[in-house]
Each structure stands twice: as structure tokens, then as C-alpha cells.
């Protein structure tokens, strides 16, 4: 941001709270939309069965709509939490020790009825027994956007495996698609550096997950260690890889 630009918003309080007062409004609004959608989706597994039988196109529709929803709610609740500076005294910050295979139910849960409307399988691999130090809420809102961002990418598998490495817990999600064009690679690359986010609209991308991915993972420290966030190609599934790493 500009020093003038800087300095016209920090003169301006009253419009960047009725900005985020509106921000907050289209959240509430899109998550009725999205539990509506959910709702509709979410029928018992034989007549879901049979509805998707009956009528694909229509099927598919409500599951491109409840995707779609998804990612707009994201991007609201990132900027929310951006706005109130995610890591200052301000916004509420709780590492503690959690079970990993809690973290991973609670994600499951979060994406199954949208990755079962678009059929795509879900996979998972971690250690059952596995405890680290790490805030729930945030680490989960970023695991379910890179789900999201993976359902746009993959063929029909994703995969989220959760494993130490050294001294950092390993956080994947993979694909089984024709993996990230560079431009998001690049985007991945960008995000550890604040210099770097740009607005992308050739790409359709203002590099905002990204952003806050990376600002939760820089949140996480302990000692000499810092949290990081990667974009990769290949992995288990050959795919594209979302890479969080948390000290």
C-alpha cells in the first residue's frame, strides 16, 4: 500500500469500519445461502443417490453453487480477520496443545458434503495419537480453504496427510489433478512477503488466501522457528500440494 493510500485510510476510520460492517453483513448472508445449499445436499446417502440419478444436472448445480459459496465466504471471513489484524492484541490468538486427529475430523466435517456433491474422494493419513501446539480455529479455516482451492484443481481425489518433519508439524493437501499453473506457484511463492501480494485479474486472483494462510502460519513460532506456507506440484497424487508448516 502507498504512503498516500496509507494515509487516507488511517484518516478515514468511519469507512473502514462501515467497510467491514458490510463485509459482515454479506458473511451472514452467504453462510445462510451456504447452509440452505447444505441442507438441500445433504439427504440421506440413498436418496441423495437416487436425486443425483434422477437429475444430474440439476445436482451438479447445487454442488457449483455451494462451492461457489464457499469460497466467497472464505474470502469474507479472511478479510474480516485481516482487518482486525489476525496476531495483534486485538484478535484473539490460542495456541494450545491439540489432537491431531481431532484437527483432521473437524476438517472432514467441515468439507464432506461439498466434496460428496462434486465426487471427490477424501483421503487422509496422519497418526492418530499425534499432539501439537497450534490454534484450532485458525489452522482449521486454513486447511478448508485449501480444500476448496483443491476442488477447483483436482480430478477426483484429495488428500490431507498431517506428519512431523524435524521440528515442524507437516500440513498437506494434495490433489490428483494436472497440478498449480505457475502463476499460483508463483502467487504461493509471493505470499511470505507482503511486498509481493498484488490483485491478479488476469487470473482471477487477489492472492488473499494466500495472504492469510501465511499470516497464520507466521503466527505460529516457538524459539528460533517460524510457521510457512508452500504451493507445490507433484506429491502422492501427483497433483497440486498446499504446504503448511507450523513449528
Known sequence: ??????????????????????????????????GTLEHLLATPPAAQAAAAAAEPAQYQELGQMLYQTRRLNDSLIQLLALYKEVGKPGYPFDPAPRSVRE???????????????????????FAPDAIWTFDEELVIGVLVHAINNAIRYTRDRIRLSVRKDGDFLELRVEDN?????????????????????RVRFSSNSSGLGLYFSSEVARMHRHRQRTGAIALENGGSLGGGCFVLRLP
Open 103 to 125: 484437527l483432521v475430523e473437524q476438517v472432514e466435517g467441515q468439507a464432506r458434503i461439498l466434496l460428496h456433491s462434486r465426487g471427490i474422494a477424501f483421503e487422509t493419513d
Open 1 to 34: 500500500m502507498d504512503d498516500d493510500l496509507s494515509q487516507h485510510y488511517q484518516g478515514s476510520p468511519e469507512l473502514l469500519m462501515f467497510l467491514a460492517s458490510t463485509v459482515h453483513d454479506m458473511k451472514n448472508s452467504i453462510s445462510v445461502l451456504s
Open 177 to 197: 489433478g494436472s497440478g498449480f499453473p505457475q502463476a499460483m506457484l508463483d502467487a504461493g511463492a509471493n505470499a511470505m512477503d507482503t511486498r509481493e501480494v
